[in-house]
C-alpha cells in the first residue's frame, strides 16, 4: 500500500521536459497531493500562481529552455511558499538569495522528492 504523505497538498510542478513532468505528476498524485500543472514555463506558471489562492509547495526546474526560473522562486517566496530547485548545477549556479533553498538533482525520482518536500511542508505549518 502506498504512503499518501501528500494527502491534500497543492504542489505546483514547474517543468518543461514533458516525461520529467508527466512522473513527477504521478508520484505526487499518488502520494496524495493536488498537483497544480506541471507548467513548462515562466510566464506559465507565474500565471497560475496569480489564479491559485492556496498552493503548499513547489518543485521548480530551473532551466526552462533556457529561461531561468528565478522569477517563478521570487513570487513564490514572497507568498511564503516553500519550494525546491529540481536541477542538475551544482549549488552554485543558484543567485545568493536562493544559496539556501532545497535542491533535488536530476533525474528527479519520486521518492527524493517526497523526502524533501515532507520536511518543507512541516516547517511551512509550523511557521
Do not use: C, H
Request: hydrophobic share 50%; net charge negative; aromatic share 6%.
Amino acid at each position: 500500500m502506498v504512503e499518501r504523505a501528500l494527502d491534500g497538498m497543492r504542489i505546483l510542478v514547474v517543468e518543461d521536459e514533458y516525461l520529467l513532468a508527466d512522473d513527477l505528476r504521478d508520484a505526487l498524485t499518488e502520494a496524495g497531493a493536488q498537483v497544480l500543472g506541471p507548467v513548462p514555463s515562466v510566464d506559465d506558471a507565474q500565471a497560475l500562481i496569480a489564479r491559485e489562492a492556496e498552493i503548499d509547495a513547489a518543485v521548480l526546474d530551473i532551466n526552462l529552455r533556457g529561461e531561468m526560473v528565478f522569477p517563478v522562486a521570487d513570487v513564490l517566496a514572497k507568498r511564503g511558499v516553500p519550494f525546491a530547485f529540481a536541477t542538475g548545477y551544482d549549488e552554485w549556479a543558484l543567485p545568493e538569495r536562493f544559496a539556501g533553498a532545497p535542491r533535488v538533482e536530476k533525474p528527479l525520482k519520486g521518492a527524493r522528492v517526497m523526502a524533501l518536500l515532507g520536511p518543507m511542508l512541516e516547517a511551512s505549518e509550523q511557521a
